[in-house]
Nanobody, 115 residues
């Protein structure tokens, strides 16, 4: 059973930083593109950043220059370093990955940024 588990969310003041992690576990023979999505109350889920297996990255305009996505293929782990956080970054952050040719989702981790 393949699972994605996020960690690292929490409460932080505006201007602060958090680092999210997403670990893929189970019988894994292929992980291609992975990404972070977020969903705030009453909003649709949106892409925050993505990274291919070779390290090519893509960011939403709203987080460019503040967030950095990375991955450790040997550990089946993806990270999201979030700096200069703003109240509008408050959301549930979800890990997403194409694992064994299927799209998988984590359960989400709450990030709350206070003003």
């Amino acid at each position: 059973q393949v699972q994605l588990v996020e960690s690292g969310g929490g409460l932080v003041q505006a201007g602060g930083s958090l680092r999210l992690a997403c670990v893929a576990s189970g019988t894994i023979f292929s992980i291609t593109t992975m990404g972070w999505y977020r969903q705030a109350p009453a909003n649709e889920r949106e892409l925050v950043a993505s990274i291919t297996s070779s390290g090519l990255t893509n960011y939403a305009d709203s987080v460019k220059g503040r967030f950095t996505i990375s991955r450790d293929n040997a550990k089946n782990t993806m990270y999201l370093q979030m700096n200069s956080l703003k109240p509008e970054d408050t959301a549930v952050y979800y890990c997403n990955g194409q694992i064994n040719f299927r799209v998988r989702w984590g359960q989400g981790t709450q990030v709350t940024v206070s003003s």
